[in-house]
């Protein structure tokens, strides 16, 4: 299964913003592993950096 994602310019420093500075941590993670998506790093590594599961990046 492969997982793409194209970001404008708009998304990114949305998705930057809202890693950094959002009040839920699950948030953050989220847009730091959707920001990773869209610079077409691979799921697996993503999960490993961010310390979730495989399916979680995808979900």
Do not use: W
């Amino acid at each position: 299964m492969k997982c793409m994602v194209g970001l404008s310019e708009v998304e990114e420093i949305t998705l930057q913003q809202l890693s950094i500075n959002h009040r839920h941590g699950d948030t953050c993670t989220r847009a730091a592993g959707l920001l990773q998506l869209g610079l077409k790093v691979k799921p697996k590594v993503i999960a490993e950096q961010l310390g979730v599961s495989d399916p979680s990046v995808y979900n």
